[in-house]
């Protein structure tokens, strides 16, 4: 099956580039578009290829499907992808993101909330991390504004939120059967719930259809009602933009100075190496793969690698530890309709001390369980990637529905939290030599740890779980180990804002400090990570970085 | 709404329709459907020809090929092809070319492809639609465009005969 498309014959560079974006994601998507629109000459440079929308039912089939990782629906893996992970906690980037035009958000589950005024001053108020060089109220206009680009479903229910100037521009998802059997017990408790801002359409929205709930948003929308960045990929490509795929960008050349960037260098499917010089530089690479590129691209001028005087390149890398229980109640729940959950409590995000962090919860519509994987299996009920288990059962029909009927238990209930982890210097992104990719290049290790700030609020959160789940005297079937957590795969830190170069890499504007044409529009810029989605804020800053741009051309 | 993305909607990446999925072919998934569905299911040719109708031409192409692959072993060791034999017969020949304990792929040998194209394909269809899962007690399983309309209601009565059949 082809999921691509190989149609573009010149991956040669742009002439006259006003602007050179790095990366297709939701970062690079929204600057080529903001920028595009305004007359600028923008070619972006996207590692991966451009898949084709109308594969989307046959991915969502390969997703289902036992034979393979889910990692192959995106093409991700291989020695284009490889890394290692060194940390006390084992980080499995693959699953993390997507190389294509659309980056990460091809595969994302599509939650936007905003992060709340305490994050972005976590030292003021608590003596904790840094304070971020920008405050809520300035990012607030652009987090408008995103949502409109964007499409973001949501409601006024929340009364934990931060201050809004405007509606969402759709209305929320209400909440589901699942979550109305939480509803009962939470009253009891105290606890909130209330409706999730989402990037997934409730009404047709900006030309794409509403939900009508396949139940496989990560990794794949076949409807198109979740948002994904290649709808403005298209629309900066629409304004005049140029987007060449399959062009990793190896290194970043400078001038003799060492006060600008004057080329992204990049490959080509051919073996061929290219150079795209442009005015200015942005990279939207994710938190990962933009450290590993300013790595790379160290000179004699800058040994330890580009914009990286500081020395924090690479450092204060952040992803939240998922804490996550699942049980079994005395009734039908009506599971599995939909892939994305409709009820969160926010009630547990901002606190008074500085110890338990803030938590996110989610009340989860999702079965663990799908009929059809186990059907698949012979009645098997495997795991994906379970290199042991290669072998089919070998029941079908009657025989098969019986075991489908006692493992697909319409009872499950189950919920999951996302608690803050500071950033911690130790956890960081650093080029791994012993390790190379399909181009020679050194490979990125990612060390991850816990902490005990996210421990103790992990705890916290395991501990508000169960008191729920007694209330609704639920059996717990299994609790998520807080030592070896899941990742919400929410990439943050590793090119930090600040206002001093000593212990930053970007500044207010997302300039680097070092190079003068040289701009970051990613979670790698983020201070703190908060316990919110992160994607929201990318845009946002994406947006801003945008502004930034036009106003100093 | 769901109708618009339902067993059909691959229907408008194909340029035609007289292709790899003819009747005799439909015959023998339904053939090979009898024995790999629970006997609870009903109109199963029609199902057959509905949904293996609406995929895309590589994967009827594909499918096709995988059926004469059966077909040629059932001529081989019953001497008739696969559709042609008693039910009993159908799946001693599955099994007996071990398509039951072999992994499924779709560029492995014989009894890989054959379940990947026939018997998991068949699977896949059954168990991503609401006729299949409501045997399950879930109404609109994951795969399947109704997840929508269907997720703020009860459970049905069919969820709760389901369960209290698992509880026998």
């Known amino acids: 099956m082809s999921k691509t498309i190989d149609t573009q014959q010149d991956r040669t560079p742009s002439d006259d580039a006003d602007v050179c974006v790095v990366g297709s994601g939701v970062a690079g998507a929204l600057v080529a578009y903001s920028l595009a629109k305004r007359d600028h000459d923008v070619v972006v440079l996207e590692a991966g290829p451009r898949f084709d929308p109308s594969s989307r039912l046959e991915q969502m089939e390969e997703a289902l499907r036992p034979e393979g990782s889910i990692r192959d629906v995106w093409e991700m893996g291989g020695q284009r992808d490889r890394y290692t992970s060194s940390g006390g906690v084992y980080y499995g980037l693959n699953t993390t993101r997507v190389k294509g035009v659309g980056g990460t958000t091809l595969h994302w589950l599509g939650i936007t909330p905003r992060l709340h005024q305490k994050d972005f001053e976590m030292n003021t108020r608590y003596g904790l991390a840094s304070d971020w060089p920008i405050s809520y109220e300035q990012l607030r206009p652009y987090y408008a504004l995103a949502e409109q680009e964007m499409g973001v479903a949501g409601g006024t229910d929340n009364p934990f939120g931060p201050p809004r100037e405007t509606d969402y521009p759709m209305p929320a998802f209400p909440p589901s059967y699942s979550d109305s059997l939480f509803a009962d017990a939470c009253d009891e408790l105290g606890i909130t719930m209330h409706s999730v801002p989402q990037a997934r359409n409730t009404e047709t929205y900006d030309g794409r259809s509403a939900c009508v709930g396949y139940g496989t948003c990560i990794p794949v929308c076949p409807s198109g009602a979740k948002y994904s960045a290649d709808v403005h990929v298209s629309k900066a490509e629409e304004h005049g933009a140029r987007v060449i795929d399959r062009a990793p960008v190896q290194r970043l050349e400078h001038d003799d100075r060492g006060v600008s960037v004057t080329a992204a260098m990049y490959a080509t499917p051919d073996g061929a190496h290219q150079r795209q010089t442009a005015d200015r530089f942005v990279l939207a690479a994710g938190a990962v793969e933009i450290p590993r590129l300013l790595l790379l691209s160290a000179s004699d001028q800058y040994p330890d690698g580009l914009a990286n005087t500081s020395g924090v390149v690479g450092k204060y890398f952040m992803d939240q530890p998922i804490v996550s229980i699942t049980a079994e109640i005395d009734e039908p729940t009506n599971q599995n309709p939909i892939g994305y959950h409709t009820s969160e409590t926010h009630q547990f995000y901002d606190h008074d001390e500085p110890r338990p962090g803030s938590i996110k919860f989610a009340f989860n519509n999702e079965n663990p369980i799908t009929a059809a994987d186990i059907a698949m299996r012979g009645g098997d009920e495997g795991t994906r990637e379970d290199l042991t288990d290669v072998l089919a059962g070998d029941s079908w029909g009657d025989d098969a529905l019986a075991t489908l009927r006692e493992r697909v238990p319409n009872r499950r209930i189950s919920m999951f939290a996302n608690p803050e982890l500071l950033p911690r210097e130790e956890n960081a992104v650093t080029l791994d030599r012993s390790k190379t990719d399909d181009h020679g290049n050194p490979v990125p290790d990612i060390s991850w740890s816990i902490g005990s700030h996210a421990m103790e609020t992990m705890e916290y959160a395991r501990e508000i779980q169960n008191r729920i789940l007694d209330e609704l005297d639920a059996t717990v079937l299994s609790k998520s180990d807080l030592s070896e957590p899941k990742t919400a795969a929410h990439k943050m830190g590793t090119t930090r804002m600040g206002t001093d170069p000593d212990t930053s890499v970007v500044d207010p504007t997302l300039r680097t400090h070092d190079l003068d044409n040289l701009f970051i529009a990613s979670s790698s810029t983020f201070v703190t990570g908060g316990a919110m989605n992160p994607t929201l804020t990318i845009a946002a800053l994406a947006l801003k970085v945008a502004d930034h741009i036009h106003e100093g051309r | ?168």
Not at chain 2, 5 to 34: I, K, P, Q, Y
């Open chain 2, 1 to 168: 709404m769901a109708g618009q993305f339902g067993l059909s909607s691959f229907e408008g990446l194909n340029e035609r329709h007289d292709d790899a999925m003819t009747d005799t072919v439909v015959r023998d998934l339904a053939a090979v459907a009898e024995v790999v569905y629970p006997s609870a299911v009903s109109g199963i040719e029609e199902f057959v020809r509905t949904y293996a109708g609406g995929l895309p031409d590589t994967r009827k192409q594909k499918i096709a090929s995988a059926v004469t692959e059966l077909n040629d072993y059932a001529c081989r060791t019953h001497g008739n092809r696969f559709a042609d034999l008693p039910v009993g017969d159908r799946d001693s020949v599955l099994r007996a070319m071990a398509v039951d304990r072999t992994g499924s792929s779709p560029d492995g040998n014989i009894p890989e492809r054959i379940r990947y194209y026939v018997v998991n394909q068949l699977l896949y269809g059954l168990y991503t639609s609401p006729m299949g899962s409501r045997l399950l007690g879930i109404e609109n399983p994951v795969g399947h465009p109704g997840g929508f309309e269907s997720y703020q209601k009860e459970p049905s009565q069919a969820a709760f005969t389901a369960e209290d059949q698992t509880d026998e």
